[in-house]
């Protein structure tokens, strides 16, 4: 396993106002690591930095061992991270069918159009959609615009996949496939996944690593069968009382 990303000493602020700062943390290639906390504090906002679509206010991001973001900074552009998201109102188009959907989304490949298709319809294949290509998102069930916003994000073929609590909608039935699923093609792709949630429930059944940003700070990192052993978050601490036997869902 080697290092995929790495905060080094982050802060964010909106017009001077502090969102956190002092984010230290690194995902290794194939982990798959959960960031948790309540709503509000600043999940997204670091989800943004990671993706390239924010500069952060202090502080550096490497992918890869290289810098992309420092200081104020983006010095990679999004579209060259090998990162995919799938956000919580997951984004789609509504008058394109699931098909055009994902192909939009592989706008800057640089593959022809046949081939294009073709990688299209593979990533909507993996996520068992192929058969509703031609689908508009409003003909399909929740679950399956999940999958197509999947497909959207695996299609550029992404090194990290960053899901930033897209199951928020989702009964519980549904939300445990998807995440059955995800862990599936994880596996099968090589994928290093990065789930946002506010759920640890949903966080524990995907990540086996956490980190609980609290009140501007990490709050705490590392496995997360070790954590919920002697928790130090709210987050967590909470989570626990509500599902005292939380390790079991640790896949
Ligand atoms: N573009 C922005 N301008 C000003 N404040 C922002 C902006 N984006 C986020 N914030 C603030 O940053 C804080 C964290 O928001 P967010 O990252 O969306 O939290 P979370 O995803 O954990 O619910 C909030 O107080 C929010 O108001
Ligand atoms: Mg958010």
Redesign the pocket.
Known sequence: MSLLVQFENIARD?NGNS?FRDISFEISTAEHLALL?P???????LLRLLAGLDPPSQGRILINGKIVSEDGKILVPAHERQMAMVFQDLALWPNLTALQNVLLGMGRMNLGRRERRTAAMAALEICRMESFANRKPASLSAGQQQRVALARALAVRPKLLALDEPFSGLDLTLKTEILEEIRRLAKELDLTVLLVSHDALEAVALCTEAFVLENGRCKEKGSFDLLLQNPASTTLRTFLQNIPDAQRFIP
């Open positions: 909106f969102v906390g709503s509000g504090c600043g999940k997204s906002t």
